[in-house]
Structure formats: C-alpha cells, structure tokens
C-alpha cells in the first residue's frame, strides 16, 4: 500500500478519539478530520460541526480531499450514510443500511438470528401492549426491549411484573423513543458473563479483534442501572480459544452465511455483544460499529497498521490482525447523576506532570473554551493504559486519576473485577 490518505472520522467520543489516535500512528496518513469531534480530538484533529444532511457533508469531503471515511456511531450508519456516499464514489468504512438493521431493529435481529439459528434468547414480538402485558404474566424477569435505536436506553430488565409493564406504557404508550418503541422484544433474561468481540468483516473475510469486557452498569459490583458503559478491558479469559473456537462456528459462520443469503453486503466492524454461561456463548445483540468504551482498550492492543487494515479490508483482503502481550484497562469518568440528569458546563483539571507517559487519556464529552477544558455530557473522559497484565494496567490507570478533577466526577473502582476473581481461582 503507497500514497497517503486524508482521513474523515466521523463522530465525537471516547470511541472516535481512540480511532484518531490510532490511525495518527500510521505512515499512510495524510490529513486527519473528525466531525463533530470534542475538546481532546480538536488537539490532534481538524474538527468541524456535522452539516444537516449528506448533501452537506459531501461538500466538506470535497473541499478538504478526504480519501475516506470511518464512522464511528450507529446513527448516520442506520440512516444511510454509507449508501450514499459509496453512490458518490467516495470510500467509506461501514455497513450499509441493509446490514446496519442488525442494530438499527431488535426485531430484525432476532428475527435474523432465528432463522439462521444463531444461538440467542428466547423472545417474542409485539405491536400491542395488551398482548404484550399478557406474555409478561408469565414470564419471569424478562428482558425488554424497544426495537429501534435509543442511544443505550432502551433494554428494561425488569424485575418485576409492575416495573415490565411500566416499561412497556413508556415505550408502547407514552412513545418516549418514538416510532423506535412501537415494537418491542421480550427476551428471557440469560445467565451468565459479557463479553464483547468485535470483528472486521468485509464480504465472507473477517478477523476478530481481542477479546473484551465492558461495565454496563453504573455503579461498583455491576449495581443499578445500565449506561453506555463505564469502563472496559482486553484481553478477557472469559473468552478463551475454546468459547472462541464456538463464537466462531456457532455464531459469525451462521451470520455471515445469512447475510449472503439475504443478499446483505457488510463491510465494516461487527460487534458481538455475547453472554458466556459455562463456556456457552449466546447472542444479547449486535452493533454494527467499534464500541464504546471496547475500542479505548482493543485499539492499544492492536500491533497492525490501523489505516493499512481498513484499506486492505475493504480491498476484499484478510486484514491479518496481531496483537500486543499484556491488557489494556480503560475507566469511564462520568459527571454526577450519569446515566440520570446531570450538569455541563464544569471545568476540568488535568495536571499533565500527573499523568505518566503510558497512561491515555480519550476524551469523550468535552469542549474546549477560553483555552479550558469543560465537561459536556455524561461521560466525560476515558483513562486507558496497557500494562504486563491487567493488574499493571490497572494500577497505572487508577494511580493517574490523581492528576484528573472536576466537580462531582464519578467512577467506578472495581474495572475489571470479574477477570482479576477469575484469575485468583
Ligand atoms: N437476554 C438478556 N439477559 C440478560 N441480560 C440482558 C439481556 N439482554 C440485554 N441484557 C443486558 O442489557 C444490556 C443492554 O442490552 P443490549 O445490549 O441489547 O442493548 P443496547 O441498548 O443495544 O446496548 P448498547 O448500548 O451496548 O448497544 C446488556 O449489555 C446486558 O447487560
Ligand atoms: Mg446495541
């Protein structure tokens, strides 16, 4: 691979800065935007505010000579970002329409897994609540979930029979996420472990990347209720090459065969959102995109050329991924009352000399204003560090917290609990 491309990310998180700094380190790079970006990309990055619209955004790829685009959020994928610009012959990194209703639809995803058996919870659809409260009489702890898009905030785990219907008036009734809780799924609620396993696919290629766990839930101990995610790790021995040997067979086989068999194209990244109950793994979801806050700690894993990788992808060519020895652990730092209510606007302290060398800071809802650095939505910040193993790079992680302070910050302290239980067994 020669030349140098002028690469546009689209998108403004931890998820994004974490791809800007990766493909920063590569020799093929030539200009590097982000839309709409944040306070820590606008350091590395040109940003610029998303136009309304693709008609506008295509103008902005002309003018700046950009060679190709990488989304990072589900949105625009959903909405068609991909279809149009592949029409207008720019190269672009993500599934198309079709393929991003694995996300974009629980229905259409469940439904998918059905029929090419791809092992997942038993659920049921429905358009009417009433048929809906009568399925939840008898069911135990169900699982529901609206069928469209709703930012993280559509999956009830409900725990009872009052909170499952009270679930389905917001959703069905009250239409708190519009159209996207007309239809709903209810699931049986698994047992077991998360994981989480991104894959690049491009046609029948694909290549998994390490391994990883998130936090979904907001408080210590996975207590209370679920966020976009307050932290994550790589790699997760939960994931050993037995349960990888079976994701591969019993999960992305049968996906990807239904996808040629739907006559649904996927190029981009998959995101395996899996349940492990004593090795068995099952499907909880799909994203159709990196996840956040797993590619914080999957992208320092990575030894490949990030660029050459997305290039020779979506050449049709295996990406051949490696990866580094050791972890990675990232921490989630959110303002108070995250995933609930919660202030903007507060400035932020970083003490630099605090922060060793090796330690990563991914901004995620910042602005930068008067030369300040100011919080700007629930979750805030990402620290992130590598180490010999997950104890190293979790020491460095919380040691360098330390040096980070703004008012009412909140984190979790037990990232990456459940794999330093499973190493003292
Ligand atoms: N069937 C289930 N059994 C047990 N827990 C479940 C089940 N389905 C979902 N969950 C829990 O709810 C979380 C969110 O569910 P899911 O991943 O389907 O929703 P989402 O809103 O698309 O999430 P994301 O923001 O990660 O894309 C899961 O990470 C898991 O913790
Ligand atoms: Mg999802």
């Known amino acids: ?29 030539g200009k590097i935007f982000c839309a709409p970006g944040n306070g820590g990309i606008s350091a590395i990055a040109g940003t610029f505010s998303l136009p309304p619209g693709f008609a506008g955004l295509k103008k902005i790829v002309e003018e700046k000579d950009i060679d190709l685009i990488i989304v990072g959020p589900e949105q625009p994928l959903a909405e068609g970002i991909t279809d149009y610009f592949e029409k207008e012959g720019v190269r672009i990194f993500g599934p198309g329409r079709k393929a991003a209703m694995l996300e974009g639809s629980k229905v259409f995803a469940k439904n998918f897994m059905k029929k090419y058996s791809v092992p997942t919870a038993d659920f049921e659809v429905f358009d009417d609540r009433k048929k809906a409260e009568e399925y939840l009489k008898a069911k135990k702890d169900p699982v529901i979930k609206a069928d469209g898009l709703c930012a993280g905030k559509g999956v009830i785990l409900s725990g009872s029979f009052d909170e499952g219907s009270d679930a389905l008036k917001k959703f069905m009734e009250d239409r708190i996420f519009g159209a996207a809780g007309e239809r709903v799924v209810i699931e049986d609620r698994l047992k077991g472990e998360e994981a989480s396993i991104l894959v690049f696919v491009s046609g029948e290629n694909y290549s998994f990347m390490v391994p990883s766990q998130d936090h979904k839930a907001v408080y210590e101990g996975d207590k209370g209720p679920n966020t976009g995610g307050m932290g994550a790790y790589a790699p997760t021995s939960l994931v050993n090459d037995s349960v990888m040997k079976r994701i591969e067979d019993r999960i992305m086989k049968p996906v990807l065969g239904g996808l040629a068999s739907e006559g649904i194209g996927y190029s981009g990244v998959l995101y395996l959102g899996l349940m492990v109950e004593s090795g068995d793994p099952r499907v909880l979801e799909f994203n159709v995109r990196f996840g ?42 959110a303002s108070e009352g995250y995933p609930g209510e919660y202030k903007k606007g507060v400035k ?57 302070n703004f008012e009412g910050m909140y984190y979790r302290g037990d990232i990456g609990w459940k794999e330093l239980l499973r190493k003292k067994r």
């Open 1 to 29: 691979m020669t030349g140098r491309y002028n690469v546009l990310v689209i998108g403004g998180g931890g998820r994004e800065h974490a791809l800007v700094w990766k493909l920063r380190q590569s020799p093929l790079l």
């Open 348 to 404: 932020i302290d970083i003490r630099q000399d605090a922060i060793p060398e090796d330690v990563m800071i991914f901004h995620a809802g910042t602005v930068i204003k008067d030369g300040g650095i100011y919080t700007s939505g629930g979750r805030v910040l990402n620290v992130a560090a590598t180490g010999d193993d997950i104890e190293d790079a979790r020491e460095k992680v919380y040691g360098a917290l330390a040096g980070i």
């Open 292 to 333: 956040d806050p797993e590619t914080e700690v999957v992208l320092p894993m990575m030894k490949n050329d990030l660029l050459e990788a997305v290039l020779s992808l979506m050449n049709e060519e295996k990406a051949g991924l490696s990866w580094k020895g050791g972890a990675c652990l990232d921490v989630v730092l």
